[in-house]
């Protein structure tokens, strides 16, 4: 089962008039795989999915989804795709109940009443089913659209950034929750914004300005950036941060708390920018760097480098 | 607690975010521009209360001179229009019926011989009335009208014929609503206008209303297909319009007492045709529309002409031609006819069926183009 490729695509592009907003990107991901989609706002996470789950026409691109021609047979993947949105679109003059039984009906579910029923124990929304969805907070709109998307056990999760304001308890419950389905054998793309949850995926995909920059596991992605972090601890960091940043060889100063991350590729020049810093006052050591130090990294690469 | 000053930028800061937004919805401002242009024309140059030029039919069954004299009269008051020679009392009674002719003049059989003798012999003019508006001016005039006509026929040892009465006497048979009450026309034709308005408006702002609020997306990620969305959503307000319908025939049965005279079923038939027909405007309209406020307006700019021109608010005869060619295109106008046909003239399918499948084409072709408007994809 896990040498299956629940989706397999290259080349997907999409135009909106001049822009690019998707440029030929070639994504794999295998059957019972979490694959986290990363990149900065506006990189075309959103763009991407919607055109995997048929709601954009792809300008440009081929491949299957679910074993499905993602162009001919976009029909057949909704069948088994559960997509859920990045804004909550779902109805708000509909109680909740009301909501996930549309839903349940729309995926010709087996046994509606039941599947509508453990879907909103498992939510904890059996108390206030009758509630119209409207008037939930912005945490429980999250958690009724994610139940709503597995209501039709679907194959494939397509999650755009599903975990928006949500809390931190229901964020580890959620992701528990997946990685227990991900043992089923369902496939997620979840695209995320938050670092911790990029780690708990198997694999991440990271694009910028429309491209597919990284695909791998974690420490693959980490491994590719060649990156030397050190982290400083002590007083006034705020101002050593300010000062070494522009010094050639630091690439990023980012505080972490209290904490300063300073990294760069070339690990020779860090050190010797870094040289005149390493006072007493301060505990340098040098660190692995973090997901985040290299998304950050990432993020800032010029233009030209990206594209070439 | 103090309120804050009045801030003359906080105060520019608003006009000019308005005037922003106003710019960026093109169809707004279209409409703000197009609805008054539109009413201008329309109340300027295509409504007239004084309807001029009306079809009528004429029946001659007396060939003397003076019959001619009249018919001449008649035809040179710019009120009557001859379209037509028919033969039959029958075929005059059809022609009324189907609403090819606003009028019919009958000379009857020996007219000359008993104007010669002074019996005062009839003219009958035979009217189908269901609009009074429509038909009033017209009758109004043809009393002096008679008076006037023989003058010069009826001279020298003729002269006495003219007498106190005048020569002829002028019988006017106002069909199908007999006493001008006016909400005969009216109330029938209030269905039309009321179905028009709800069905249009209610799909339009049922579709947008969807994308709108971004549930559109979610909709479209479902395995479905257009023709379930869009007939599954239009179902209810068929319900609701059947609803609007049974009212109105009430409160016109009840309350006004219109007369009934041809089949109801028959009328509900019609009704669901002219239903449909709404709907599918209504489709396209959210197809074409952004937004609930862009679907309203479209949903006015094709009221305002639906109901000036289809002959609801005035007669449909007194407008210009251009003006009736327009109106043609309009369901609502062949609805009228339909209704107050059914309702007040008895009339049965074989008088109605060239509106009902007028009414059918405008409704398959406005579903074609708001089918194929209709995307299944967000792009
Ligand atoms: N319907 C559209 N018409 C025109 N441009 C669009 C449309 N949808 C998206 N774009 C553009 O395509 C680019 C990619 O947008 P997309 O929503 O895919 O980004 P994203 O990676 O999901 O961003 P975020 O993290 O903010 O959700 C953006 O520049 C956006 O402005
Ligand atoms: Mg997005």
Known sequence: ????????????????????????????????????????????????????????????????????????????????????????????????????????????????????????????????????????????????????????????????????????????????????????????????????????????????????????????????????????????????????????????????????????????????????????????????????????????????EVSA | MKAPRFSFARFKAIIVKEFIQMRRDRLTFGMMVGIPLLQLVLFGFAINSDPKHLPTAVLVADHGPHGRTILQAIRNSSYFDFVSQVTTETQAHEALARGDVQFVVNVPENFSRELLRGDRPPILV???????????????????????????????????????????????????????????????????????????????????RERERGTMENLLSMPTRPAEVLVGKIIPYILVGYIQVTLILLAAHFLFHVPMVGSVPLLLIAVFVFITANLAVGITFSSLAANQLQAMQMTFFFFLPSILLSGFMFPFRGMPHWAQAVGECLPLTHFLRIVRGILLKGNGLQEIYIQLAEIAVFAAIALAIGVKRYHQTLD
Request: charge should be negative; include cysteine.
């Open chain 2, 126 to 208: 035979e009217a189908d009335a269901t609009d009074p508006a429509a038909t009033g001016n017209a009758l109004g005039s043809l009393g002096t009208l008679l008076d006037g006509a023989l003058q010069n026929d009826l001279k020298g040892p003729l002269a006495f014929l003219s007498g106190t009465n005048g020569p002829v006497e002028l019988r006017v048979h106002a069909h199908y609503n007999p006493e001008n009450i006016t909400q005969y026309n009216i109330v029938p034709g209030l269905m039309g206008v009321v179905l028009t308005m709800t069905m249009i408006l209610i799909t339009g702002l049922a579709i947008t």
């Open chain 1, 1 to 304: 089962m896990n040498t299956e490729l629940a989706i397999d695509v290259c080349g997907m592009t999409k135009r909106f008039g001049q822009l690019t907003a998707v440029d030929h990107i070639d994504l794999q991901v295998r059957a019972g795989e979490i694959c986290g989609f990363l990149g900065p706002n506006g990189s075309g996470k959103t763009t991407f999915i919607r055109m995997l789950c048929g709601l954009l026409r792809p300008d440009d691109g081929s491949g299957t989804c679910l074993g499905k021609d993602v162009i001919r047979d976009s029909e057949a993947i909704k069948r088994e795709v559960g997509y859920m949105t990045q804004r909550f679109s779902f109805w708000e003059d509909l109680s909740i109940v009301e909501n996930l039984d549309f839903i349940a009906r729309m995926y010709d579910v087996k046994n509606r009443r039941d599947a509508v029923h453990q879907s909103l124990e498992r939510l904890g929304l059996t108390e206030r089913r009758k509630q119209l969805a409207g008037q939930l907070s912005g945490g429980w709109k999250q958690r009724l659209a994610l139940a709503a998307c597995l209501i039709h056990n679907p194959k494939l999760l397509l999650l755009d950034e599903p975990t928006a304001g949500v809390d931190p308890k229901a964020r580890r419950e959620f992701w528990e929750e997946i990685h227990h389905l991900a043992g089923e054998g369902l496939t997620f793309l979840i695209a995320t914004h938050y670092m911790d949850e990029a780690e708990r995926c198997h694999r991440l995909a990271f694009i910028l300005r429309s491209k597919l920059l990284v695909h791998g596991t974690v420490d693959e992605v980490i491994e590719q950036a060649r990156l030397t972090t050190w982290e400083v601890a002590g007083p006034n960091l705020l101002q050593v941060a300010e000062q070494i940043r522009g010094r050639a060889g630091v690439e990023q100063a980012t505080a972490f708390g209290n904490l300063l991350h300073v990294s760069g590729t070339n690990a020779a020049e860090l050190e010797q920018a870094i040289a005149p810093f390493r006072t007493e006052q301060h505990k340098w050591s040098q660190v692995e760097p973090g997901l985040e130090d290299v998304f950050i990294h990432m993020m800032e690469r010029p233009k030209q």
